[in-house]
C-alpha cells in the first residue's frame, strides 16, 4: 500500500472477550523460573496460505516452546502494516500469547504512526518494537536529525519514535523496545584496509570477515582485492556513539533491548557489559539466528556484515552441499552458544525464526526447553512464504 494512505484493518477481531496484553517489561521482570524465558519472531508471509500456515504452526510452536511473546515484523515504510497487523492480532487472540509489534518510522508520515499505535491499543496489544527502519528498495530515505522534543512533525529514528510514544500516548500504554547491535549498526561497519593489523583489541572482538573462497589468493585480511579476505568493523570511535545512541533510546523510554543476531556469545558479553559501563541497566536480550540453509546463513551474514566464528564458518563451508547436515550442524552450534550466553547473564532469548518452526524449536530440544517432544515429520514439511 501508498504509505501516505496506510488502512490498518483489523479484520482479525477478537473472538474470544477483550483483553490487553500484559506488558513483557513486567513479564521479564516477574519471570522467577530457573530456566531462561524464549520468544519467537516472525513476518508475514506474502500469501494467504503461508499466512494460514503460519497460524496453524504456531499454535504448534507455543504448545511446545510456551515462548514469553512472539515478534512480528514491519515492513518498510509500512508496506506489509495490514497483514503485520492482522498476524499481531490473531496470534494474541488465538494463542493468548503478547504480541511484539514492530513499528518503524523511515518515510511514515505521522498520521500512519498514529493509526499504528491507536489500532494496536484498540486491539490490546500493549508492545512496540520501536525501530528508524530502512526505505523500500528504489524509494529514497528521508532522514532527519535525531530528537525533536518539540517537533512531532519529524519522527525519523528510532530515538524520535520512542520519544514520540512516549509524549503523545499515557506514559503506561506500552512498553517500548528497541534495537541494539553488538557489532555496531550495518551502517558503521566499514572495510578496513590493512586487515586485522589495523584493528584495536576491542575491535578485534567484533570484527567480521568475508572469507572467499579457499583456492583464490588468500590473505590475512588485505582490505579487499586480489581474492583477500575482507575485515569490516565498527570502529572504537563509532561503537561508542552507537552506545550513547542505545541509552539515549532507553533515556527516553524504551524497556528492554533486543539484540541484532549474534553468533558470538562472547560478543553479546562484551556488549552487555560495555553497556552496564555506561549505565544502560534495563534487560538485553540476545538475538538467535536459526540456520536453515547455507544459501540463507551467507546471504544474511555477508548482507549484515555480521561476526562468524571460525568454526561455524568452516564447518559450514564443509557441510554446505549436505542440506541435513548444515541443519542439524546449525542446532548443535546455537543451542551450545545460548548456553554460553547463559552464563554470561542472558534472562532469556529471543528467536528469529524466519518463519520455520523445526529449526527453533529443536533449538530448544537440545537446550531440555521444551514442553514436550517435537513432531518433527508434522513441522519439517510445513512451508510458510
Given at each position: 500500500p501508498d504509505p501516505?494512505?496506510?488502512?490498518?484493518?483489523?479484520?482479525?477481531?477478537?473472538?474470544?472477550?477483550?483483553?490487553?496484553?500484559?506488558k513483557i517489561s513486567d513479564l521479564i521482570n516477574d519471570y522467577d523460573s530457573n530456566k531462561?524465558?524464549?520468544?519467537?519472531?516472525?513476518?508475514?508471509?506474502?500469501?494467504?496460505?503461508?499466512?494460514?500456515?503460519?497460524?496453524?504452526?504456531?499454535?504448534?510452536?507455543?504448545l511446545e516452546g510456551q515462548p514469553m511473546y512472539a515478534g512480528v515484523t514491519w515492513g518498510a515504510c509500512g508496506t506489509t502494516s495490514e497483514a503485520s497487523m492482522d498476524l499481531a492480532i490473531s496470534i494474541r487472540n488465538d494463542n493468548d500469547v503478547p504480541t511484539n509489534l514492530h513499528l518503524t518510522c523511515t518515510n511514515m508520515e505521522i498520521s500512519n504512526i498514529n493509526e499504528?499505535?491507536?489500532?494496536?491499543?484498540?486491539?490490546?496489544?500493549?508492545?512496540?518494537c520501536a525501530l528508524r527502519g530502512d526505505p523500500p528498495k528504489?524509494?529514497?530515505e528521508v532522514w532527519g536529525e535525531a530528537g525533536h522534543d518539540d517537533d512531532d512533525s519529524t519522527v525519523s529514528c528510532a530515538l524520535d519514535l520512542v520519544q514520540y510514544i512516549r509524549k503523545t500516548f499515557n506514559n503506561h500504554d506500552f512498553c517500548i523496545s528497541v534495537a541494539g547491535y553488538p557489532e555496531g549498526h550495518s551502517s558503521k561497519i566499514k572495510l578496513v584496509k590493512g586487515g586485522m593489523s589495523q584493528l584495536s583489541e576491542s575491535e578485534k572482538t567484533r570484527c567480521s570477515v568475508i572469507r572467499h573462497k579457499q583456492e583464490e589468493d588468500r590473505g590475512e585480511g588485505g582490505g579487499g582485492g586480489g581474492g583477500m579476505d575482507e575485515v569490516y568493523v565498527c570502529s572504537d570511535e563509532d561503537f561508542a556513539d552507537e552506545l550513547n545512541y542505545l541509552k539515549a533510546k532507553v533515556d527516553a523510554g524504551a524497556d528492554f533491548i533486543i539484540t541484532q543476531i549474534v553468533?558470538?556469545?562472547?560478543?553479546y558479553a562484551t556488549f552487555v557489559t560495555a553497556c552496564r559501563d555506561i549505565g544502560i541497566t534495563?534487560?538485553?536480550?540476545?538475538?538467535?539466528?536459526?540456520?536453515?540453509?547455507y544459501?540463507?546463513?551467507?546471504?544474511?551474514?555477508?548482507?549484515c556484515k555480521l561476526?562468524?566464528?571460525?568454526?561455524?564458518?568452516?564447518?559450514?563451508?564443509?557441510l554446505k552441499h549436505d542440506k541435513d547436515g548444515v541443519k542439524n550442524f546449525g542446532i548443535e552450534f546455537i543451542a551450545e552458544m545460548c548456553r554460553k550466553c547463559l552464563v554470561y547473564g542472558a534472562p532469556g532469548f529471543h528467536f528469529y525464526t524466519l518463519n520455520l518452526p523445526l529449526v527453533p524449536l529443536s533449538i530448544l530440544k537440545e537446550l531440555e526447553l521444551l514442553n514436550e517432544p517435537t513432531d518433527e515429520s508434522k513441522m519439517s514439511n510445513l512451508i510458510i512464504e
Open positions: 501516505t494512505s496506510l488502512t490498518l484493518i483489523m479484520n482479525a477481531a477478537p473472538s474470544v472477550p477483550f483483553t490487553i496484553d500484559p531462561p524465558w524464549v520468544a519467537f519472531e516472525f513476518f508475514p508471509p506474502r500469501t494467504k496460505t503461508g499466512m494460514e500456515n503460519l497460524r496453524s504452526s504456531f499454535s504448534q510452536m507455543k499504528a499505535l491507536n489500532t494496536a491499543k484498540d486491539a490490546g496489544i500493549r508492545n512496540i528504489g524509494k529514497k553468533f558470538d556469545a562472547a560478543t534495563v534487560p538485553i536480550i540476545p538475538g538467535v539466528m536459526c540456520i536453515n540453509s544459501h540463507s546463513f551467507m546471504k544474511m551474514t555477508q548482507f561476526r562468524v566464528p571460525d568454526l561455524l564458518f568452516e564447518t559450514m563451508e564443509k
